[in-house]
């Protein structure tokens, strides 16, 4: 059962273009979500995050929007360059006792071409 | 990265023979967890852990087991490897601290099982 369905699974972007990528959750518990950009040989790394109050956060060229009662999330790479290539999952948990276990997207892999 | 750190890096090893990972944190953080990923599944959590002794099933944690008998340790064992368990391995760390509850994760472990 996958909670959080992330799509695409790759996205080719010219350079400057803005890439998006889109996320679906089932659990209206999550109160948390994370994007995670990961390089090759290397782990994911926290990119943004927003919570459920809010519909969007913007930092630098990376925003969220968040649509709660569609229950989606979305990271929108503004004017996107070379070093953006990489892969993106979207995640959620819910917080609590035992720490916050995110449940991840399946990944999308960003190709930004000259 | 910085204060986590995954052993070995890379493990080819056969089916049916014990398997040991190492995740070992210098940040003192509260939680461990460890991750799969795989093509297709994005990471799904195997074990995580809230504190010493203290450790818990994520969603595949059929053929693993987990132990913490310090802070700064969390060893992930598989007792028979299977080749279904060919995968790269992550460690993550997080402290929640009610601003931020973000992971940092290890480099990762790629584990053949032949």
């Known amino acids: 059962q996958q909670q959080v369905k992330q799509s695409p699974q790759s996205l080719i972007v010219q350079k400057g273009g803005i890439s998006i990528i889109n996320c679906a959750y089932e659990n209206t518990a999550f109160d948390y979500f994370p994007w995670y950009q990961q390089f090759p040989g290397k782990g994911p790394a926290l990119l943004i995050a927003i919570r459920p109050d809010v519909s969007e956060k913007k930092e630098g060229r990376f925003t969220i929007s968040f649509n709660k009662s569609a229950k989606q999330f979305s990271l929108h790479i503004m004017d996107s360059q070379p070093g953006d290539s990489a892969t993106y999952f979207c995640?959620?948990?819910?917080?609590?006792?035992?720490?916050?276990?995110?449940?991840f997207g399946t990944g999308t892999q960003l190709k930004v071409e000259l | 990265d910085a204060g986590i750190t995954q052993s070995p890096r890379h493990k080819v090893t056969e089916t049916g023979t014990p398997v040991t990972l190492r995740c070992h944190q210098t940040?003192?953080?509260?939680?461990m967890y460890w991750y799969r990923q795989d093509p297709g599944h994005g990471l799904r959590l195997i074990h995580y852990?809230?504190?010493?002794?203290?450790?818990d099933k994520g969603e595949v944690s059929d053929g693993y087991s987990v132990s913490r008998s310090k802070t700064e340790d969390f060893l992930l064992t598989l007792e028979s490897a299977t080749s279904s368990q060919t995968s790269v391995y992550f460690c993550?760390?997080?402290?929640?601290?009610?601003?931020?509850?973000?992971?940092?994760f290890g480099s990762g472990t790629r584990l053949t099982v032949v």
């Open positions: 940040e003192n953080h509260r939680y």
């Open positions: 995640a959620a948990s819910i917080g609590g006792g035992g720490g916050n276990k995110l449940t």
């Open positions: 852990s809230y504190g010493v002794k203290d450790t």
């Open positions: 993550a760390i997080s402290n929640r601290d009610g601003a931020n509850y973000g992971y940092t």
